[in-house]
């Protein structure tokens, strides 16, 4: 099974009923503790699995990779590097992205802190976006 190709397997019904049904065990046996039955995920444990959020990528190969060697995802706490105030223009600024409510002046600030002093452009890149080699 392991060195028989995905689309091989995706194309054979009977072969991939029995994936199926090992994967399932395999996850119950390995992955459940950390992201729950159902794949649901624990905050700053696991993610989600279930959503279409995906970290590293959501393919098949991305997803096997993963499973195969792991990901190493860390932001650092940045307290004490940034003061109050610009955590919560940051914060403001990251709400700001996704179309959620903002303070629109802080989240102003939050931009300029962002994409030069605060170093989260260099993990989120500037727009934002992430880098999924990375996790972020």
């Known amino acids: 099974m392991a060195a028989t190709p995905f689309d091989q397997i ?8 029995f994936v199926q049904s090992a994967g399932k065990t395999l996850f119950s046996d390995n992955c459940r503790p950390c992201h729950q ?16 959020s995906w970290i590293y990528g959501g393919t098949y190969e991305k997803i096997q990779e993963t499973i195969t060697v ?10 004490g590097v940034l003061k109050d105030e610009q955590i919560i223009q940051v914060a403001n ?7 959620e409510a903002h303070a629109a002046l802080a989240a102003k600030a939050g ?13 989120h890149g ?11």
């Open 10 to 17: 995706s194309k054979d019904a009977e072969f991939m009923q």
């Open 37 to 52: 039955e159902g794949g649901a995920g624990m905050v700053g444990l696991a993610p989600n699995l279930v959503d279409d």
């Open 70 to 79: 792991g990901r190493n995802g860390m932001m650092p706490p940045f307290k």
């Open 93 to 99: 600024y990251v709400l700001s992205l996704s179309g």
């Open 111 to 123: 931009e300029e802190i962002f994409k030069t002093g605060g170093g989260c452009a260099a993990c």
């Open 126 to 136: 500037p727009d934002g976006k992430g880098n999924p080699a990375i996790g972020s």
